[in-house]
């Protein structure tokens, strides 16, 4: 049964500290998202890769996030430094981008608490 | 641009009943039209979808109809149980070109109970 992978589920960190998410997409998905979840703001788009490359990270604050594929199998996101407003559940998602649409299969999610 | 607009919840219903969450869009083309369902601790799963006007999504009793000419997808069930208490999200994927093809956009969400 695939899935995609989130590690790890839960995370606690004191500010200022490096967070770093880590995502494994489904085998032969060519699209990986990742999505911020917060009871105030819903869900958020942060970024978007197609074929690895990055088509859409304009709703991730620049100056301490930053989004990766180092290959086809891992996608990270990480938050340096650390802040208690990045207390969020992060979510990865990936899909196959068809001529019909993405449709998006979502991991468990993170839960980042940053005391 | 694209967007979508769903209901306010929370929804409180009792065993049995209809349940209607309203959902409408805006979106510069003809996109794919998608309910995904967010149980307690876990992560969004599809629950239905349409890829064009007038195609009726089905799943697990649930029921969405894709009319352009009132840009909405509505989710519907006649029966609501209790082990469909979750938070359900309409949400809209873009054919249009360059960065925005195949991206999703999402409702707020509307959270549902149901009571026994």
Known sequence: ?115 | GNSVTQMEGPVTLSEEAFLTINCTYTATGYPSLFWYVQYPGEGLQLLLKATKADDKGSNKGFEATYRKETTSFHLEKGSVQVSDSAVYFCALSDHGRGSTLGRLYFGRGTQLTVWP
């Open chain 1, 1 to 115: 049964d695939a899935r995609v992978t989130q590690t790890p589920r839960d995370k606690v960190t004191e500010m200022g500290q490096e967070v770093t998410m880590r995502c494994q997409p489904i085998l032969g998905h060519n699209t990986v998202f990742w999505y911020r979840q917060t009871m105030m703001q819903g869900l958020e788009l942060l970024a978007y890769f197609r074929n690895r490359a990055p088509l859409d990270d304009s709703g991730m604050p620049k100056d301490r996030f930053s989004a990766e594929m180092p290959d086809a199998t891992l996608a990270t996101l990480k938050i340096q430094p650390s802040e208690p407003r990045d207390s969020a559940v992060y979510f990865c998602a990936s899909g196959a981008q068809r001529r019909d649409g993405t449709e998006a299969f979502f991991g468990q999610g993170t839960r980042l608490t940053v005391v």
